[in-house]
């Protein structure tokens, strides 16, 4: 269920979040507190994704773990729900 869930998570961010990214960060726009979040937004979202590809590597003996998996999992968690909080706030503050 959870790879499923990653898979969406993917097709979300090449489908819908990438494309309106791109016009909140068009050249001669100027930059301000929103454009450093969304950026910021978008590189932890992007950092789950290889947290996540080792954690399944290592749960499924594929690839020898260099860090602890309670230190891995943590890691992930804590990026996914600061990326999800951030994502929240941009969609309020673009929406509302």
């Known amino acids: 269920m959870l ?37 910021l937004h978008h590189v932890l979202g992007l950092a789950v994704i290889p947290l996540f590809i080792y954690i399944n590597l290592v749960y499924e003996r594929r690839f020898s773990p260099r860090f602890s998996m309670r230190s891995a999992m943590q890691a992930a968690a804590g990026t996914w729900a600061a990326s999800l909080l951030m994502g929240f706030h941009i969609y309020f503050y673009l929406n509302y």
Request: no cysteine.
């Open 3 to 39: 790879r499923l869930a990653f898979a969406a998570q993917i097709l979300a961010i090449l489908l819908l979040m990438s494309p309106a990214m791109g016009i909140v960060l068009e050249p001669g726009r100027p930059l301000s507190f929103l454009v450093a979040e969304i950026l």
